[in-house]
């Protein structure tokens, strides 16, 4: 089980919204979530939204105004409110996170993301 863990993906009709949860399942203090992906079918993966330490947040043109990052530093979770969504948002969404340069945390240099939760746009 890889440590980021993505939920809220589903099916939605297109103008609907979602919200996209991104959890670190064991050693948090090893993880720093901050920014969401996407890959369409046949694309390559993508910039979504990322966010800063410090809270400044990074929109892909195709997502601005529609779609909102967030997260929450105590629970060291990140978040994806989707709007307004399009068919041309389907995709599966990655969770991409810094991971601490602590020697505890070598282990997880290779799990900087998800394993990804789908989300389906329908018109």
């Known amino acids: 089980q890889v440590p980021l863990m993505e939920s809220g993906g589903g099916l939605v009709q297109a103008g609907g919204s979602l919200r996209l949860s991104c959890e670190v399942s064991r050693d948090p203090k090893c993880f720093s979530p901050k920014a969401w992906y996407r890959q369409a079918p046949g694309k390559e993966r993508e910039l979504v939204a990322s966010?800063?330490?410090?809270?400044?947040?990074n929109y892909g043109d195709s997502v601005k105004g529609r779609f909102t990052i967030s997260r929450d530093n105590v629970k060291k979770t990140l978040y994806l409110q989707m709007t307004t969504l399009k068919t041309e948002d389907t995709a599966v969404y990655y969770c991409?996170?810094?991971?601490?340069?602590?020697?505890?945390?070598?282990?997880?240099?290779?799990?900087?993301w998800g394993s990804g939760t789908r989300v389906t746009v329908f018109a």
């Open positions: 991409n996170a810094d991971i601490t340069r602590a020697f505890d945390c070598i282990q997880y240099a290779r799990n900087d």
């Open positions: 966010i800063s330490p410090g809270g400044i947040t």
